[in-house]
C-alpha cells in the first residue's frame, strides 16, 4: 500500500526558514517513484486547497506565484522524497501542507499524504 509521510513542519518567525520532506512507501525505489509527479498543497482554515508547487519526474517544476523565489520543490528518486525549501516565510505561508503523487502514466492513480502544520507567527 502507497503511504506518503510528511515531516518537517513547525512554528518560525517572519523571514525565517522550513524544509519539508515528504517520503513515499510500499513502492520501488528509484525507477517506479520517477514516474511519479509529486507536488505539496497547502491549506489555510477557511480556504480550499491549492497546489503551491510540483515537480515532474525529470524535475519540471512550477510554482504559485506568490512563492515564486521563495520556495524550491525537488525530489531524490533514490529515497523516496520529494522536498519543499521554503524560504522568507510570511504569516500568509500559514497552512497545512500536504504532500500529493500523481502518476504520469494515469492520473487516476494518486495519493495524499496526511499533511503537517506550518505557523508562522512573531
Known amino acids: 500500500q502507497v503511504q506518503l509521510v510528511e515531516s518537517g513542519g513547525g512554528t518560525v518567525q517572519p523571514g525565517g526558514s522550513l524544509r519539508l520532506s515528504c517520503v513515499m512507501s510500499?513502492?520501488?525505489?528509484?525507477?517506479?517513484?520517477?514516474?511519479?509527479?509529486m507536488a505539496w498543497y497547502r491549506q489555510a482554515p477557511g480556504e480550499q486547497r491549492y497546489s503551491v508547487a510540483r515537480?515532474?519526474?525529470?524535475?519540471?517544476?512550477n510554482y504559485v506565484d506568490s512563492v515564486k523565489g521563495r520556495f524550491t520543490i525537488s525530489r531524490d528518486n533514490a529515497k523516496n522524497t520529494v522536498y519543499l525549501q521554503m524560504n522568507s516565510l510570511k504569516p500568509e505561508d500559514t497552512a497545512v501542507y500536504y504532500c500529493y503523487a500523481e502518476s504520469q502514466i494515469n492520473s487516476r492513480t494518486n495519493y495524499w499524504g496526511q499533511g503537517t502544520q506550518v505557523t508562522v507567527s512573531s
Open positions: 510500499g513502492v520501488e525505489s528509484g525507477t517506479i517513484f520517477s514516474l511519479f509527479t
Open positions: 515537480i515532474t519526474g525529470t524535475d519540471r517544476t
